[in-house]
């Protein structure tokens, strides 16, 4: 198996036309939280990941799940991660980027961690694939989509910097436009960062 990478929690390996995501020990943690942690990281990823595939989500099918190993295998989605192409057409990216995020909040599912890393455009679909839903939780707080719609846009503002304020209106367009409740989001969205400037302040 080769390894394809190696983020801040979690080994990824490749094994023919599947992924392996192990997540490794921390050993600044103590041992009984880290386990804890891994475990609670890895259920949370795969049942996310079966919800997302049983409502035909663009997301990896996942195949094996297995919280001894702390391993998830899925499906590789193969093609390019958003991080690397966003500038090439990204107001276009963008709207899709809002679309799925709406799609993901319609059924009261938050990411966690929107990273343009965390974003494959898949070449067999030309679909933009949302990845790594350890940090996604259930919810239908307006307050919890606010923070991940919070959250693009610091991915945005640190990785894309040059075109980030487009790439943002674009996005919270299209996910105005596909929300079950996205007005209410985006007021409480201004909340939000009003609260996060205060924060920076301090
Ligand atoms: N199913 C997949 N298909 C193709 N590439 C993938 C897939 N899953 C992960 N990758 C690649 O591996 C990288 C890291 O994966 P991922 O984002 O899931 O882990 P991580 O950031 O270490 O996770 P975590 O935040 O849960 O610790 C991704 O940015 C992507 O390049
Ligand atoms: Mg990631």
Redesign the pocket.
């Known amino acids: 198996m080769q390894k394809?990478?190696?983020?801040?929690?979690?080994?990824?390996f490749?094994d023919r036309e599947?992924?392996i995501?192990q997540?490794f020990q921390k050993e600044y943690r103590h041992p009984l939280i880290d386990n804890l942690l891994r475990k609670q990281?890895t259920r949370r990823?795969s049942r996310i990941l079966e919800k997302l595939a049983a409502a035909n989500f663009p997301?990896?099918r996942i195949s094996d799940f297995d919280d001894k190993n702390m391993e998830i295998r899925?499906?590789?989605?193969?093609?390019s991660?958003i991080?690397d192409v966003l500038h090439e057409k990204h107001a276009e990216f963008s709207r899709e980027i809002g679309k799925r995020i709406a799609q993901l909040h319609n059924k009261d599912i938050i990411h966690g961690?929107l990273?343009t890393?965390?974003m494959?455009l898949a070449k067999e679909t030309n679909k933009i694939?949302l990845?790594?839903?350890?940090?996604s939780f259930v919810s239908e707080k307006i307050e919890d989509k606010a923070v991940d719609i919070h959250l693009l846009r610091q991915a945005l503002e640190s990785k894309h910097h040059t075109i980030s304020d487009d790439c943002f209106s674009n996005a919270v367009k299209a996910y105005t436009e596909n929300a079950l409740n996205g007005t209410a989001v985006l007021e409480r969205l201004q909340k939000v960062e009003v609260r996060g400037r205060h924060k920076s302040r301090k």
């Open positions: 394809i990478a190696q983020g801040a929690e979690a080994k990824l490749q599947d992924i995501k997540r990281r990823e997301s990896p899925m499906d590789m989605i193969e093609g991660l991080r961690d990273t890393s965390n494959i694939n990845i790594d839903f350890g940090l």
